[in-house]
């Protein structure tokens, strides 16, 4: 599968913006399961969850972004967006799409090479 994420940019604090993941080369025996967005806000930091959200609409968010930051989906389209609200200057990271993909009781995963989001103050 392929996943290619678009929307990063840099903003001022308190602006907006929405990221896009779309999810391609599926196959035939996989569908997906769930959709995640993680950030990292430095080469060597380690990747953190900001939100996930399940094909049945079940939602997930971490604690620095919940009440801010938005996930959604388009199943048809095999898609997920972020918006993202009133940024702050630490949500500065590269943005990363995760795709689930389930068959029974497999699963792989597979990552967007990501989108950098900059938020000045």
């Known amino acids: 599968a392929q996943l290619e994420e678009s929307g990063g940019g840099q903003v001022q604090a308190g602006e907006s913006l929405t990221l896009s993941c779309a999810v391609s080369?599926?196959?035939?025996?996989?569908?997906?399961?769930?959709m995640s967005w993680y950030r990292r806000d430095s080469p060597g930091s380690k990747r953190e969850l900001v939100a996930?959200?399940?094909?049945?609409?079940?939602?997930d968010y971490s604690g620095a972004v919940k009440g801010r930051f938005t996930i959604s989906q388009n199943n048809a389209k095999n898609a997920v967006y972020l918006q993202m609200d009133s940024l702050k200057p630490e949500d500065t990271a590269k943005y990363y799409c995760?795709?689930?993909?389930?068959?029974?009781?497999?699963?792989?995963?597979?990552w967007g090479r990501g989108t950098q989001v900059t938020v000045s103050s």
């Open positions: 995760q795709a689930i993909l389930a068959a029974g009781t497999s699963r792989q995963t597979h």
């Open positions: 080369e599926i196959g035939t025996v996989f569908s997906v399961d769930t």
């Open positions: 996930s959200i399940t094909t049945s609409g079940i939602t």
